[in-house]
């Protein structure tokens, strides 16, 4: 389990940083007005733990949460999964086309 924490926690720094450079190249905010979100969000996630560890702990019992996050985790992520790999052929194909073909295409 720490292990998962160790990893869980590096993962999510790396999408912070990468969200930074994002929210100021594509969406064009200044530097103060990303930072700020990052750290609502950062500071949101954070806090979401703690009340998930409490009503775990208070009401449902630590080994069926773990059962039921495991699970629910397994569907999303394979269900993301279902749903990125056509876009990513999609993708891959598209990007050998030039604009007007590729706006043909969507449009189809």
């Not at 208070?58 to 059962?67: D, W």
Request: proline share 1%; glycine share 6%.
């Amino acid at each position: 389990m720490a292990g998962n924490e160790i990893f869980e926690k590096l993962g999510a720094i790396g999408t912070l940083s990468n969200l930074l450079v994002y929210l100021t190249t594509v969406f064009n905010l200044e530097n103060i007005t990303a930072t700020n979100i990052i750290n609502i969000f950062n500071g949101s996630t954070n806090f979401a733990t703690l009340l998930g560890a409490f009503l775990s702990d208070a009401f449902f019992g630590r080994y069926k949460i773990l059962a039921f996050c495991t699970v629910a985790s397994f569907v999303v992520n394979f269900c993301c999964l279902q749903h990125s790999i056509p876009f990513y052929l999609f993708m891959k194909n598209t990007t050998k086309l030039g604009i007007s073909e590729f706006i043909r295409k969507i449009k189809q």
